[in-house]
């Protein structure tokens, strides 16, 4: 660019601001983003312009500002599909929540099934493990209450219930949301 040694880059960037500005808003439709690019775009020419002579300098200066709003386009499709893909993956999610909340039959709950894996499973565990949970979760007896009837401490009877439920838990993964709701309550 000839001219330049005439202007301060103050009065280049002035000069053509506002149009490439307006360029490049008018294809991202935002306007920091056009910003970003409008002042990248002029000062890339004016670094270039330092160190070459350009025939056509506005017309360099479009390609740059077409250049840099042409990425930022693929990178916002992008990040669009993505931002589409998740929501897909929200809403099946969602459905799927939904379908098996509306399948869920109260009656269902304590289903011969699902009582026999509890039982299955408490089996498994130590006999005063097993005897502390059913205290506290079939005969609903407060921690304290059970730790002075058993002479342990409010802690150890603690220990034993979370011991009971741990096991519960992996044994009722199917079943996750009906193991909440029998066995966790306070």
């Known amino acids: 660019m000839a001219t330049t040694g005439h202007f301060s880059f103050n009065d280049f960037y002035l000069k053509h601001y506002r149009r490439t500005f307006l360029f490049a808003k008018s294809y991202v439709h935002d306007a ?3 910003e970003d690019i409008a002042s990248e775009a002029l ?3 004016w670094e270039i312009t330092k160190k070459h002579e350009i025939d056509h300098p506005l017309a360099f200066l479009l390609s740059i500002v077409k250049n840099r709003a042409i990425d930022y386009l693929r990178h916002e499709m992008i990040r669009q599909e993505a931002l589409e893909a998740l929501t897909e993956i929200g809403m099946r999610e969602l459905n799927t ?8 039959d109260p009656e269902k709950i304590y289903s011969k099934e699902v009582m026999d894996i509890v039982e299955t499973t408490l089996r498994t565990l130590p006999v005063k493990t097993r005897e502390i949970f059913r205290m506290s979760r079939y005969r609903n007896m407060p921690k304290n209450v059970i730790a002075a009837k058993l002479n342990m ?3 150890s009877i603690e220990y034993h219930i979370t011991k009971a ?3 519960l838990r992996v044994s009722l993964k199917d079943y996750l949301p009906l193991f909440y709701f029998m066995f966790f309550y306070q």
């Open 43 to 45: 000062i890339s020419l």
């Open 153 to 155: 401490s409010p802690k």
């Open 97 to 104: 929540r939904l379908s098996t909340l509306e399948a869920c």
């Open 32 to 34: 920091w983003e056009a």
């Open 165 to 167: 439920l741990a096991a």
